[in-house]
């Protein structure tokens, strides 16, 4: 901003060394429409910077990776009690992959909760939810003494882009684009890989294509994309703390349960239905959506691959995919006076799955004794929050 201001006086101290050989009527004119130049180059730097952001960050538009960026650093800022973010990979093009950590530091090992967005880069609508998701929580537990027990139970991690070099590309060059950005194998003139064709499950045996140009092109070999790298490290070094796994994709209003692969039916497959059917009627109750559940060959279409699929063979109970709104009118191109009816009723469905996950891992009297105890304490200050 104060190079743009000293450029501005520059401008005027130039105009007034050539005024001398003008009328001074015209001099002052001058003078007068640079000052006015000046004002409001000053205004208009005010408006576009953090001065005014950080106040209100509008929830129901869609941002550029560098917006979303400065709100996770703003919800750290804002939260410090609860939030921390970490780094656990590179992008292709060497960006910082992060998460928000979210939940009390109780001082022991806590069971976890996995949520990723934007592993599809023209999904929009899921970045979007996972910023809902992370406010909407740290609005609850505030008040809500079922949400400040499950934060002390657990952490949630939540990363609201894991495909950052993808999403920026279909800001910047190419609204629809799907994969990554990673160079296809030596002759092929093609950019990507389908990250949700990626990871060690069943890699590259169905619903994938081995033509680097395709959109489900599979990798080269399991894992080979540094974003599932990441997300195999990270979630493989912590697998039996997680109880739960969402990965947020858009479109077709589905409630996805493993496996992609025809063949193979997951062991509690019964259990993933019935959590699933009421995290959908939980989802209807909201805005009258029809979420329909089950396994990929099912409902939508047989892959191998996904994120989902390595989650629930590494152990992990409850692996969802969800498919947001819409249906297929505007596919992948959701307006914008959508995203909010579309998290709420998502965040309904999200917040059934993971109090299912809880309660059935943590038993409810003593917990909620515990977590009674711990709604005074925040009340009174005494955990050391600073951000009531
Ligand atoms: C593929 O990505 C490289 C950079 O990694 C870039 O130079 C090239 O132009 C891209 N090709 C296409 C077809 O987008
Ligand atoms: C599933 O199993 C059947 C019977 O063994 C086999 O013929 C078929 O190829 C398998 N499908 C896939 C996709 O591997
Ligand atoms: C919701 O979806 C189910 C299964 O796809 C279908 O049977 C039912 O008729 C749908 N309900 C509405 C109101 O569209
Ligand atoms: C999609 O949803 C709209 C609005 O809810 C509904 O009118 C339409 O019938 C649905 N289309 C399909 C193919 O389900
Ligand atoms: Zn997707």
Redesign the pocket.
């Given at each position: 901003m104060l190079n743009l201001v000293g450029l501005g006086f520059v401008v005027l101290l130039a105009a007034m060394g050539a005024a001398t050989v003008e009328s001074t009527l015209t001099t002052i004119l001058q003078i007068q429409s640079l000052l006015m130049l000046v004002l409001q180059l000053i205004a208009l730097c005010l408006m576009h910077f953090d001065v005014c952001n950080s106040v209100q960050y509008d929830y129901y538009k869609y941002h550029p990776m560098h917006e979303i960026q400065s709100w996770m650093a703003q919800i750290k800022n804002e939260h410090p009690d609860v939030v921390t973010i970490m780094d656990y990979g590179k992008t292709y093009e060497h960006r910082t992959i992060s998460l928000l950590k979210i939940g009390f530091d109780t001082g022991e090992k806590k069971k976890a909760i996995w949520m990723d967005c934007g592993i599809h880069a023209r999904e929009w609508i899921a970045p979007a939810f996972c910023q809902y998701f992370v406010r909407e929580i740290l609005n609850a537990y505030k008040t809500d003494s079922k949400m400040q027990e499950m934060m002390k139970n657990m952490d949630f991690y939540v990363t609201p882009v894991l495909n950052m070099d993808g999403y920026i590309y279909s800001w910047e060059e190419e609204r629809l684009w799907r994969k990554n950005r990673s160079p296809g194998p030596a002759g092929c003139a093609c950019n990507g890989t389908d990250l949700n064709r990626n990871f060690d499950a069943n890699w590259g045996t169905i619903g994938v294509s081995a033509d680097c140009c395709s959109n489900i092109y599979c990798g080269s070999h399991p894992v080979s994309e540094p974003e599932a790298q990441a997300v195999t490290y990270f979630v493989g070094t912590r697998k039996e703390d997680f109880l739960c796994f969402l990965t947020i994709h858009s479109y077709g209003q589905l409630l996805l349960v493993p496996y992609g692969h025809p063949n193979f039916t997951a062991s509690n497959y019964n259990e993933l239905m019935e959590v699933g059917l009421a995290a959908a009627e939980a989802i209807w109750k909201v805005h009258g959506?029809n979420y329909t559940v089950g396994a990929s060959p099912d409902v939508l279409y047989p892959n191998s691959g996904s994120s989902r699929d390595w989650a629930r063979m590494q152990g992990i109970p409850l692996a969802y995919t969800f498919e947001l709104r819409?249906?297929?009118?505007f596919g992948f191109e959701l307006p914008e006076n959508q995203i909010q009816p579309t998290c709420e009723e998502a965040y309904m469905g999200a917040l059934h799955i993971i109090t299912y996950a809880h309660d059935k891992t943590f038993s409810g009297a003593v917990a909620t004794v515990a977590a009674t105890l711990w709604t005074v304490l925040i009340a009174m200050g005494v955990t050391g929050s600073n951000s009531m």
């Open positions: 959506k819409d249906n297929g009118t």
